[in-house]
């Protein structure tokens, strides 16, 4: 069975727009993180069910779609490509550059001719002749950030990308690269139980004019309430190695999900929801890219662009969650290595 094209009965819904930083890119509110159908949350989806998903999502007002080479590798891509084909010209592609081969096991590589290589290869995976936001996965340690950022401005001059980003990076990375070619946007883990950016790297990308794109903005499917303690991931699953979702830790982090729930009933909202209102709440330029494989969680996390969070609301949220010490290390030590460059 073919997947039709989009669904023309199906009104297109709009959603708020927002600016990445300075750079003039212009995307939905809420964008869509496009991993876990390919990579990190246990088997891959259906490839009919996942084009479905994330044609359901333009239909809802999405136009900014997340997606990386490592992912999967290459099957991520190629599955975007082939969802956004007839709506191209109405969406704006993210993928990434960075590791060796696509293979996150292999490290790092951010030479320049593998960021041409890998650039004119997700072209053809995309189905695209631009790609609107190319990221450096993670900061490589044996490359210059000046030489990255410099053979990403030539690929802008050549009308091959649109904008520069970074993943993970630190603040004097950010800097040096902003300096060569500026930085769009820095995509992260920020959330509720992740709140690390607010030290340095927010107040940086402020300063800097950079839009922050916000990964896991749902604490890995934690804040969702749909975890707790006696959830067994499939062995494919990349929580199974994270610190933060050890069993005992998943035990002692449940209050985080209890505040959130009892703070949602009032709101007539989901914790998701909530969650991620909170993240939009933070400042007009962060955009969150929640990831999902199901449309009706789809449909749920889409509706927090329309919960508005007073500061009434915010300030019950902090007072609730400072008294809180979430348990676990978000990343097991050599991945955590990785971060933060």
Partial sequence: MVVNAINR???IKTMKKRKLGNSGLE?????????????GYGPETNKEDAIK???RAFELGVTFF????AYGPFKNEELLGEALAPIRDQVVIATKFGFEKGETKLGMNSKPENIRDVTEAALKRLKTDRIDLLYQHRV?????????AGTVKQLIKEGKVKHFGMSEAGAQTIRKAHA??????????????W???????????EELGIGFVPFSPLGKGFLTGAINENTKFDSTDFRNVVPRFAEENRKANQIVVNKLTEFASKKNATPAQVALAWVLAQKPWIVPIPGTTKIHRLEENLKAEKLTLTSEDLLEIENAFSEIQVQGARYPQQLQDRVGR
């Avoid at 995307?27 to 990579?39: D, E, K, N, T």
């Avoid at 997340?66 to 080479?69: C, L, N, R, V, W």
């Fill in 180 to 193: 060569v070619q500026p930085v769009a946007a820095l995509q992260s883990e920020y959330s509720l139980w």
């Fill in 27 to 39: 995307v939905s509110a809420l964008g869509l993180g496009c991993m876990g159908l390919s990579f």
């Fill in 195 to 205: 709140r690390e950016p607010e030290k340095e790297i927010v107040p940086t990308l």
């Fill in 53 to 55: 998903l994330i044609r």
């Fill in 9 to 11: 009965k199906q009104k």
């Fill in 66 to 69: 997340d997606s990386a080479e």
């Fill in 140 to 148: 490589d340690p044996n490359v210059p950030i000046e030489d990255v």
